[in-house]
């Protein structure tokens, strides 16, 4: 047995995958990981901003069919709009003809943050494509959308908003 230790230096990780998948995934999680830390400071995750956007563009909707369109489970649904609605930024009123029924609004508060929230995400979009000219940024949309769509995935949600929540939320 020797007590010689091989030299340390760099490891070689071989060279970088060609695989579109790949490359997907690693900026996927990076960009997922920094969108959360600039929505951080505002209070929110990236599933309430979304949610929060969603009743701005269809308010008096119900939360059914708000979950329906965008097919988020029921239960995923409840957790985000009830933790919205107790922090005021939320609310859910009645139907008037059928009282079983909740239509979701925004408060003031909410649109209030919601603007800054906004305008966080903005600026995260820009820093995001600041290595891109605006002809290559909507063609990277466009190829992008291209593969989305083969994917079946729902146009603007998150596919983490359409699983169950691991906690049963």
Known sequence: ????????????????????????SQLGFVMARRFQQVMAPLGL??????????????????????????????????AIVDELE?????????????????RLYVTAEGRRLLQQALEVAMAHEQRVSAPLGP????QLLALLHRLADD???????????TTPDPAGC
């Open 1 to 24: 047995m020797s007590d010689v230790k091989p030299a340390e230096g760099p490891v070689n990780i071989g060279e970088a995958p060609s695989s579109v998948g790949f490359l997907l």
């Open 45 to 78: 995750e990236p599933r309430q901003f979304l949610l929060m956007r969603l009743v701005a563009f269809n308010e008096g909707k119900t939360q059914q069919a708000l979950g329906e369109a965008l097919n988020i489970p029921a239960s995923r649904m409840v």
């Open 86 to 102: 107790r922090r005021g930024l939320l609310e859910r009123h009645p139907d008037p003809a059928d009282r079983r029924v909740r």
């Open 135 to 138: 002809a290559e940024r909507e």
């Open 151 to 161: 994917q079946q995935i729902t146009a603007g949600v998150h596919p983490d908003l």
